[in-house]
């Protein structure tokens, strides 16, 4: 099962991410200035990442792929490592898809 966990960044901005059963990072938001909205973020991430739709599959100019997950209003809500391959970028989207629905929720504040 999966986890997410709360931290907070140098400039005091909220973040989290989605770890992997394994402890791997498989999803890693931006900056939010509280942690109510971090914590908002997470339900956005728990119901938006059973919609296919709301990965954009990307790819970077060295050829490496990535993907970000969007909210409903198109805005990103979590984006991927790097990938070296599209089957490894489309396994970390299956993993999200897997661990995120029923992820407890930590902080490390």
Known sequence: MGTFLITKRKNDEFQFVLKAGNGEIILTSEGYSSKANCTNGIESVKRNSQDDSKFEKKEAKDGRTYFNLKATNG???????MYASTSGRDNGIESVKKNAPGAEVKENL
């Not at 805005?75 to 490592?81: A, E, L, T, V």
Request: hydrophobic share 30%; net charge neutral.
């Open 75 to 81: 805005q990103i809500i979590g984006s991927s490592q």
